[in-house]
């Protein structure tokens, strides 16, 4: 059974930090690619950022240079570290796990709300 599990989300004021994480299991994790992606309330579903097995990352163009993607293979856990939150992050942040061609999975999400 697969699964994704978000944690680390939460309250802050704008210019705090969170560091989110996604733990996963059933999957062969240092094959995948993983990515956060965030869905506010009315607005579609967007890109945060992503890292692929062999360590490279891109990231949405709203991201700025604020937020890091990693990842440790040994304990199959994906991580984004947000700083310079700002209330336009506020959104339900949700961990992917896909291998182009063979699978996808999602998790249920971790909610951030940054308050100004």
């Known amino acids: 059974q697969v699964q994704l599990v978000e944690s680390g989300g939460g309250s802050v004021q704008a210019g705090g930090s969170l560091n989110l994480s996604c733990a996963t299991s059933g999957t062969p994790f240092s094959r995948n690619a993983m990515a956060w992606y965030r869905q506010a309330p009315g607005k579609t579903r967007e890109l945060v950022a992503v890292?692929?097995?062999?360590?490279?990352?891109n990231y949405g163009d709203f991201v700025k240079d604020r937020f890091t993607i990693s990842r440790d293979d040994a304990k199959s856990t994906a991580y984004l570290q947000m700083n310079s939150l700002e209330p336009e992050d506020t959104a339900l942040y949700l961990c992917?796990?896909?291998?182009?061609?063979?699978?996808?999975?999602w998790g249920q999400g971790t909610q951030v709300t940054v308050s100004s």
């Open positions: 992917n796990a896909y291998k182009a061609g063979k699978y996808e999975y």
């Open positions: 890292i692929f097995n062999d360590g490279r990352t």
